[in-house]
């Protein structure tokens, strides 16, 4: 059983739902990353995602993109993005899965992708560029390593790819929320009530919502069909703000949003 496995199967069984924070791995360096991920579970998030910088984001807005370039202007590195990661990990009570393309993990070779995010701690890899039709390899590895390949569906899938992406995922299924790149939005579209609860009908597996989520009413509105709710712009815009502020300031401010949010979740 996996790491995500297990947190999913407890937070079911507690009747709780998970708060997935995003945030860019180097913006605007490691040793932030690590104390933002302390900060961040300290608050009560369940699990985080991590970024890794690219120069080409496939679905990223603005924010997230920008966040990339300033980590990638650092010269970060994968395997340094790994070592700090190595180093947090053992202090850190909840998962951290990575959102990776799967040129970088294609690059480091799949096998040697998987053992050394797994040495690292990682929990799991969302890959928004590898079509569910060719991922067979990795998710092969990623069952060997008992490391979670994690999937998307969007509200443009039809119902049978739908499920066929949801036989080859692990994990959790990420359900993107809107059509479109990431970024946060006023309104969300309320057929995704809709369709997460048709999609929850068809698998056992854990469906977390994503793209769009920024405010405690989307919080509420949700909650009741996902078993998690990812926020990623909100957060990486106040990152934004590290350059003319202090970062204990930044952090307190992003861990009081979070705590709006989670408030929000688990009323």
């Known amino acids: 059983m996996s790491a995500l ?4 199967r407890d937070l079911r069984h507690a009747k709780r739902k998970a708060l997935m924070p995003f945030i860019t791995a180097g913006d605007p360096d490691l040793n932030f990353t690590a104390d933002l991920l302390r900060c961040l579970i300290a608050r009560g998030c369940s699990l985080c995602e991590l970024g890794i910088p ?15 370039t300033r980590a990638l202007q650092h010269k970060i590195k994968l395997a340094e993005i790994f070592a700090m990661l190595g180093r947090t990990m053992p202090e850190l009570k909840a998962p951290v899965v ?53 999937q998307l569906v969007t509200p443009t899938t ?21 059509t479109g790149i990431t970024g946060e939005r006023t309104e969300l579209p309320h057929e995704i009530l809709d369709n997460v609860s048709w999609l929850r009908g068809q698998t056992p597996l854990p469906i977390c919502i994503g793209f769009g989520i920024s405010r405690p009413e989307h919080v509420r509105m949700l909650a009741p069909v996902a078993d998690g709710l990812i926020v990623g712009s909100a957060i ?5 703000a590290i350059a003319t502020q202090p970062r204990e300031a930044v952090l307190q401010e992003i861990g009081d949003y979070v705590t709006t949010l989670l408030a929000a979740l688990q009323p």
């Open 98 to 150: 990575t959102m990776v393309s799967y040129a970088i993990i294609y690059r480091q070779g799949l096998e040697a992708f998987v053992t050394t995010a797994r040495q690292a701690g990682v929990a799991g890899a969302i890959v928004p560029d590898l079509p569910a039709e060719e991922s067979s390899a990795l998710a092969e590895i990623c069952r060997h390593h008992d490391f979670s390949l994690i």
């Open 54 to 68: 690219y120069s080409d984001p496939i679905a990223d807005g603005p924010v997230i993109q920008d966040s990339y």
């Open 5 to 8: 496995d297990t947190l999913f």
């Open 158 to 178: 039809s119902r049978e790819r739908a499920l066929r992406i949801a036989e080859r995922t692990s994990g959790f299924i990420y359900y993107v929320s809107v």
């Open 236 to 240: 990486v815009r106040r990152l934004a």
